[in-house]
Nanobody
Framework: QVQLVESGGGLVQAGGSLRLSCAASGSIYSIETMGWYRQTPGKQRELVATISSGSSTNYADSVKGRFTISRGNAKNTVYLQMNSLKPEDTAVYYC?????????????WGQGTQVTVSS
């Protein structure tokens, strides 16, 4: 059984920083891509940033230059360093992993972590 567990959310003032962490565990044979998405009430979940097994990164235009995605030495971990936070970054942030598990390739989600940026 695969689990993705996020941590690091919280309340921060505008202009501040937060670092999110996500660790994937379970019977994982290979990880293709890990990423972060976010969602606010009444809106669809949107991509924030992804990183491939080859360390290629992709960012939403709204976070370019402010957020940095990276993978840990243990390739099943991913981080999101968020700087210069804005109130519009307030959302529940979800970790995602496209990976090969015992049941085959699949897309897995964490439970989400709340990020609140006050003005």
């Amino acid at each position: 059984q695969v689990q993705l567990v996020e941590s690091g959310g919280g309340l921060v003032q505008a202009g501040g920083s937060l670092r999110l962490s996500c660790a994937a565990s379970g019977s994982i044979y290979s990880i293709e891509t890990m990423g972060w998405y976010r969602q606010t009430p009444g809106k669809q979940r949107e991509l924030v940033a992804t990183i491939s097994s080859g360390s290629s990164t992709n960012y939403a235009d709204s976070v370019k230059g402010r957020f940095t995605i990276s993978r840990g030495n243990a390739k099943n971990t991913v981080y999101l360093q968020m700087n210069s936070l804005k109130p519009e970054d307030t959302a529940v942030y979800y970790c995602n992993g496209r990976l090969l598990a015992a049941t085959g390739w699949g897309s897995y989600w964490g439970q989400g972590t709340q990020v609140t940026v006050s003005s």
